[in-house]
DNA sequence: AAATTAGAATGGTAAGACCATCAATATGAG
DNA sequence: CTCATATTGATGGTCTTACCATTCTAATTT
């Protein structure tokens, strides 16, 4: 059985940011309460205020507390986010060097399962938002290729939605992850190899209709294709 | 475009820690080398030794580096690790930001992706390998219920042994990931509750049968099937 | 040759000082 | 009186210096 941390009993900072873990994580202080002020602390733990600082640079890290600075600032509870998950997910992808094609696999299956659940959570207004962004997505397509950037924005932006629909913060993290790695490589080269921007945009008002009628594996299928098409830029370019 | 960082300017320690980690990143420094040592760092970026240390720090939350004692200790830079992303995942958790509901439901959607994938890449030595890891649930499953630990870890070999066949590392650490938090939740009630082994066993069975047939669909309903029921215990506790 | 000891490099902690920031308050101008 | 400005003090950010604890290396001893 994993899941045991190496029990570094030097490292006193370790011990305050384990009590000061606890306390938040049992809630004896709230999301949005102070920490008492560093000077304070020390006094409390018995420490070096040096020591504080650096339990509460893990304490940061880990997304528990954010700094305020100036009087009346200090440590203040965090309201825990998909954010670190994401942050760490996103390393991972960048130290591993994870490859497109892994990435656009894995966005395939995601995605597809986001949008299935979709179909059957969305809402009137989700359905309006989704036609909403359609809509700015198909103005962009319809002024040319120098909007290329903002219709890439509008893109993404229907697919965060779709994940957001899902109502479940698993799904709302790992696409923002999918996304931010994503896109930034698409961005790079798709102004220098173009890209079919009617038929993405037909994908999309296709995707909102199969959801109206809900129709779960014919949405699955048009994200497919919608990805795949998005995908196979990449083949192209892997070639020059 | 979001998913920029607040330039926080002050903070000297911030603009160490990014550019370490762009040296980690781009791989000028490689998993198993050592960065200089906390003096010789305080040359370099001309800044006091604590800002370093509270530098380091974080890179050690980020799970970038690692810490030795002694003699030609110093920072050690790590190779990529799940660890992090599965911690921050728990956090998530015990903040009650995401459910075990949330996560079942995340579970069988990825998870079907990975056993329909799963059957058409697998070779004849991962089906024995399977096939190996369900005799010995078996065999757990009939010793009675003083072996349900065994039976459980077994069955996340099970499961992580799918993920590993599909040669995607994003599916094999979301995988793990799941499984290192699920089990955790699992091991603490099913010993009072009890569970239903010889169902879950047979799962197991029919799962690979279905992967030998090369049927993907049926390998995914058996699997919805096997997590739902997992799940299920986790309803009858909630009405406790 | 093996065991022991000493040395040195390295991280861990402490204490004290000063600067930068920022909210609350006091002060001044209109 | 009201609003703008200046002052003050609490707080985080950084620096310096010092010493301790750990651990590898090598010299010393048995």
Redesign the pocket.
Known sequence: MPMFKPAKQ????EDVVEQIQDAILSGQVKPGETLP????LREVF??????I??A?RVLEQKGLIE?????????IVKEASVDVLAESLDLLIRHRKVSMEHLAEFRIGVEGDIVAMAVERATPQDIEELERITKMAQSYCDKGPDYVRQFLEADMQFHLTLSRITKNPMYDAIGRIIHENILSYYKDFIERKGIKLKENCDDLARLVAAMKAKRPEEARTVLKEHITRYASIFEEKKDQ
């Open positions: 030097n490292r006193i900072f002020s560093e000077r304070e018995k420490v070096s205020r040096g020591t600082r650096e509460l700094i305020k600075l100036g009087v009346g600032g200090g440590a």
